[in-house]
């Protein structure tokens, strides 16, 4: 168990690298942004304006070049009304599977508060979150339901490995946190771009990403100081296990929330090797994969969640690269 409630704590094999107190502190102010600044997705979001209005034939939908999938050549030589069908349903089917992840991450941290102490530090903000990640999955399904794209969303092993995820939330914290960002980080860097590379989205869907940006700041902030609060903690062989899990399922969950199911990709007539070159092995795909994770490495160094075995995978797994020197600072590497 690796919850903190008001006294400091240690283990063998490392202590806490935050002041319990500076850690109490974070969760306060996330938890009052929390409560100052909330949306709601029915009373943010005017559906049933024109304005909001989404058309199967809207040239928005075209991805842009820097889009894995975009930046092939096989996409940028379709028709423009092929390039706006597969367009449509990959966008859409993205906001699908984001919708299932969140009701993942909800699973596994209600499974964790559940079996938290009296006073814990963590319980109010978790259930501030909760919260906000179930507004933020009406707000997809509604995008998803007015969109006129019915894509299926997640991926097979995605659906069927769901239900032992949102347990990891009670029994192995600190790896469901790691889940946690490398579902959120790839979500939230690519609504991050698009709206900096100033992409003309429709409307609906550019208000969506801008809440989910706004919220997933405070998300992604307290997985990033759960994992320096509780991983110096852990035992040696502990830190050992997840040191090396940590790329695997940044690798594994990029794939799964980024790219398309194979039932999606055969409906659209998009060729195997197409696939396969958009996700992960052409040069524009690549530097995407690779640009995710710059937020999470810089967490690695900072608090030493790094081994030579690690070091192997981060790099064979092809998610290595260049370290943030802030969070949520842009990769322009992968930026036209």
């Known amino acids: 168990m690796v919850t903190v409630t008001g006294k400091s704590t240690s283990r063998a094999g490392g202590s806490t690298r935050l002041p319990v107190e500076t850690y109490r502190e974070m969760l306060d102010v996330l938890s009052e942004g929390s409560v100052r600044r909330n949306f709601d997705p029915y009373r943010d979001i005017d559906w049933d304006s024109e304005e909001f209005q989404m058309f199967s034939h809207d040239p928005r939908w075209i991805l842009p070049n820097y889009h894995p999938l975009g930046g092939t050549a096989w996409y940028q030589q379709l ?14 089917n993205s906001v699908k599977v984001g919708a299932a992840f969140e009701s993942i991450l909800i699973r596994g941290m209600m499974q964790f508060i559940m079996k938290m102490p009296n006073n814990s530090l963590e319980f109010r903000y978790c259930l501030h979150e909760i919260t906000e990640e179930c507004n933020h999955i009406q707000m997809f399904q509604e995008l998803v339901n007015r969109s006129g794209a019915d894509v299926p969303g997640m991926r097979t092993d995605f659906r069927l490995a769901s239900p032992t995820m ?16 490398a579902g959120e980080e790839p979500i939230d860097h690519w609504q991050k771009e698009v709206i900096r590379q100033g992409k003309d989205v429709p409307p609906a869907m550019l208000r969506t990403m801008e809440i989910h940006i706004a919220e997933e700041a405070r998300h992604i902030s307290f997985a990033h100081h759960f994992l320096r609060q509780h991983y110096p903690n852990l035992g040696r062989i502990n830190k050992w296990l997840v040191t090396v899990s940590t790329p695997i399922i940044m690798r594994w969950l990029a794939g799964v929330i980024m790219a398309p199911p194979r039932r999606l ?15 992960w092995g052409g040069p524009v795909g690549s530097n995407q994969l690779q640009s995710y994770f710059g937020d999470v490495r ?21 998610i290595d690269g260049s370290v943030s020197r802030f969070r949520g600072e842009p990769d322009r590497s992968a930026l036209d």
């Open 79 to 92: 028709p423009r009304g092929r390039q706006i069908e597969v367009g449509h349903h990959i966008q859409i």
């Open 166 to 181: 949102g347990m990891l939330g009670a029994a192995f914290p600190v790896v469901f946190f790691i889940g946690i960002l």
């Open 298 to 318: 810089m967490l690695v160094d900072e608090i030493g969640m790094t081994n030579r075995t690690a070091k192997y995978l981060w790099k064979k797994l092809r």
């Open 265 to 279: 990709a055969a409906d659209l007539d998009i060729p195997r090797s197409v696939v396969k070159e958009a996700y």
